[in-house]
């Protein structure tokens, strides 16, 4: 599976973002996708993520109720539609995808280390 993550910039305090992961490759394949961000001289850190159906979804409680995560899998895209943005969400944001528990999303669904598959990043610059 290869990832796309598209749509960060340049972006105000509270403006708002919609960032885009498109998925190819190993088409059939089902997979949870995971979004996580590393800001300068920071720890990569989980962000959200949803299983194959969509019908679960789990936040970081820094963005819980500021950001939220939808897919669609007929287009092989998975969208992160930020709101609200601050100053301390500037960060390189990356998608990556679990093929091993594309329901349950895994255990370890905030670590790096339960996806299989990541794309490149997407910069989110957020000025105060």
């Known amino acids: 599976v290869q990832l796309q993550a598209s749509g960060g910039g340049l972006v105000q305090a509270g403006d708002s973002l919609r960032l885009s992961c498109a998925a190819s490759?190993?088409?059939?394949?089902?997979?949870?996708l995971g979004w996580f961000r590393q800001a300068p001289g920071k720890e990569r850190e989980f962000v959200a993520v949803?299983?194959?159906?969509?019908?679960?979804?789990i936040y970081a409680d820094s963005v819980k109720g500021r950001f939220t995560i939808s897919r669609d899998n007929a287009k092989s895209t998975v969208y992160l539609q930020m709101n609200s943005l601050y100053a301390e969400d500037t960060a390189v944001y990356s998608c990556?995808?679990?093929?091993?528990?594309?329901?349950?999303?895994?255990?370890?669904?905030?670590?790096?280390?339960?996806?299989?598959?990541w794309g490149q990043g997407t910069l989110v610059t957020v000025s105060s």
């Open positions: 990556a995808a679990n093929v091993r528990a594309p329901d349950s999303m895994g255990y370890y669904y905030n670590r790096g280390r339960q996806y299989d598959y």
């Open positions: 490759g190993r088409t059939g394949s089902r997979y949870a």
């Open positions: 949803i299983s194959w159906s969509g019908g679960n979804v």
